[in-house]
């Protein structure tokens, strides 16, 4: 089966094409697209498409970044998951972000704890901990919301930190993009499709909504 992999959470988007099955090793993305965010996201997903030589009608399946990171971005990829299984019935799963770069600091080599952190705004990082070794990698502390000065003592304590564009803030830390290939190869391994409609992003914040005060009527 191919998977058509988009991960639009941070500031570097990207697309590919996994193929799955025939061996048990990790699947090897056929065509990968990526860019910094801004541009059109379906022009992104026809550069993967043609890069593996892939037609649409051969996309078995679709799996999202689900974040945290760009609610923007988050967004535009479950919508754009969500037209693609409406119009040809694929299945579609979601895939946390933090999981991507948790297995691309394992290929990368960084071993022992690993502490993950993705811009939230409003001076908050969200921040969850994995253990990498030769064997892969595993969660150890879960996602949460942490102030700057968490991230600031974890950095001066000399803590292994990466995330998307961190070193602008941690100059110690080390920049990476949750990875849409990546993705495709975790996905590769799930079972747990869901209806397009059920993908939803990764956000740790209640959402408040003010409701407006009634018209007033002048006389």
């Known amino acids: 089966m191919k998977i058509l992999a988009i991960e639009f959470s941070s500031s570097q988007r990207s697309a590919a094409v996994v193929e799955t099955g025939g061996t048990p090793a990790a699947p090897a993305p056929l065509g990968r697209a990526a860019e910094m965010e801004g541009r059109g996201n379906l022009a992104l997903v026809e550069r993967a498409l043609a890069e593996a030589r892939c037609g649409r009608e051969e996309i078995g399946a679709l799996a999202v970044?689900?974040?945290p990171g760009s609610y923007t971005g988050i967004r535009g990829a479950i919508a754009l998951a969500q037209g693609w299984q409406l119009g040809r019935g694929v299945r579609t799963l979601g895939v946390s972000s933090m999981e991507c770069l948790a297995a691309q600091a394992a290929e990368a080599d960084l071993r022992g704890a690993v502490n993950i952190v993705i811009d939230a705004q409003r001076n908050e990082f969200y921040l969850a901990r994995y253990q990498s070794?030769?064997?892969?990698?595993?969660?150890?502390e879960a996602l949460r919301l942490a102030a700057f000065s968490e991230i600031q003592a974890l950095a001066a304590a000399g803590g292994t930190l990466l995330g998307p564009d961190l070193a602008r803030w941690f100059p110690g830390a080390r920049n990476m993009h949750p990875e849409a290939a990546t993705l495709g190869r975790l996905a590769g391994g799930r079972t747990d499709f869901v209806p397009g409609e059920k993908l939803e992003p990764i956000y740790l914040r209640e959402t408040a909504f003010k409701k407006?005060?009634?018209p007033r009527i002048i006389p």
């Open 65 to 67: 970044g689900l974040g």
């Open 133 to 140: 070794d030769e064997h892969g990698w595993r969660e150890v």
């Open 212 to 214: 407006a005060p009634p």
